[in-house]
């Protein structure tokens, strides 16, 4: 099966644009990123309330945006979305319209179906190396649940979501939570997660598959990885390679999508067999025509757009489902 007819003319103009030779710019990354995040923005969903404000950090306060739907109840469930791009570009602004987007599709026509949706700032590689990612999305977490009366949410019904470095960050949140006793987190979303630090062994064939020409490549990968590692080496550590983890029994229920042409595809799908196998239940969604970063240019690639609801859909049955305490 090929890559989505709609898609290619995307990818037909990165490749026109790429130099495999030249290095890669970080601020150019993250202007370009931003750019690419915010192409659909015109046509962001409305929702009733747009709140921005700081919380508390491990070194400083963190900017996080809070999205309200209209109808939501006083005790509402709540979404903490991590954004991706390799842990080094990506920012709230770049993130606003998947997070409209997840918080309007959220609402169902009962109000407390619904779920308000914070999405977190986290700092960012090379200047933050990890753990500060994993740090700062753990404080988040840990406010959004102490916060549950000011925000109006119910801390027994917390999703944590995430795409690509996003998902990581929530599969490792959700190790944490387990590890530490709470926050207790009812669901886990990951959008194409990367869930390993193994770039050379093979284990994973769908890295060499899409290496190049998927917007997501395989050089970018090892970009971000050095960034964020820091001299470290995170192959073998837990909280940056969630599927290195000892034990994966007693996680939070899953919901796993994947795209056909993701180098990530083959890790996120070992880490839904992995959690699987450790008795947690998990939705595996395989869109097989879709490349990695298809939340993104969903407003604007009607294929992408198509699977996205899905997925939405998804995190919408996964919200009804959980129980109201």
């Given amino acids: 099966m090929p890559v989505a007819a709609d898609f290619q003319p995307l990818l037909d103009l ?25 192409g659909g923005r015109h046509l962001a969903a409305e929702v009733a309330e747009v709140v921005d404000r700081m919380i508390p950090g491990p070194e400083g306060d963190l900017p996080v945006r809070i999205y309200r739907a209209e109808g939501l109840g006083d005790r509402s469930p709540v979404v903490l979305y991590l954004h991706g791009g390799g842990w080094t570009i990506g920012d709230l602004e770049g993130y606003d ?3 409209r987007a997840a918080a309007s599709t959220s609402r169902a026509v009962a109000s407390t179906s619904g779920a308000v949706v914070v999405a977190l700032e ?3 590689a090379p200047e933050h190396p990890f753990p500060a990612a994993v740090d700062d999305s753990w404080a988040a977490l840990c406010w959004v649940s102490e916060h549950a009366d000011e925000l109006g949410i119910d801390p027994d019904r917390l999703v944590v979501a995430g795409d690509s470095a996003g998902g990581n960050l929530s599969a490792v949140l959700s190790l944490l939570a387990r590890d530490r006793s709470g ?7 990951l959008i194409y997660p990367a869930t390993d ?11 060499e598959e899409n290496a190049v ?17 820091g001299g470290r080496d995170l192959s073998t550590e837990p909280l940056a390679a969630p599927i290195r983890a000892e034990n994966h029994a007693g996680l939070p229920p899953a919901t796993v999508m994947v795209g056909g042409f993701d180098p990530l595809r083959d890790e996120g799908l070992g ?13 595996v969604i395989h869109h097989e025509e879709q490349v990695h970063g298809y939340w993104i240019v969903a407003p604007l690639v009607p294929s992408s757009g198509a699977a996205r609801q899905i997925d939405l859909d998804a995190l919408r049955a996964a919200i009804e489902a959980l129980p109201v305490g």
Avoid: K
């Fill in 213 to 229: 020409g998927y917007f997501l490549e395989l050089r970018m990968m090892r970009w971000f990885a050095d960034n964020v590692a």
């Fill in 122 to 124: 986290y700092r960012l």
């Fill in 14 to 38: 990165i490749a026109e644009r790429r130099d495999p030779d030249a290095p890669i710019d970080l601020e150019e990354r993250r202007v370009s990123y931003r750019a690419i995040c915010t």
């Fill in 271 to 283: 880490y839904a067999e992995m959690l699987r196998s450790a008795g947690v239940p998990v939705e």
């Fill in 197 to 207: 630090f193994d770039y050379e062994s093979g284990r994973w064939p769908s890295l």
């Fill in 97 to 99: 319209e998947q997070c």
């Fill in 183 to 189: 926050p207790a987190i009812a669901h886990q979303f």
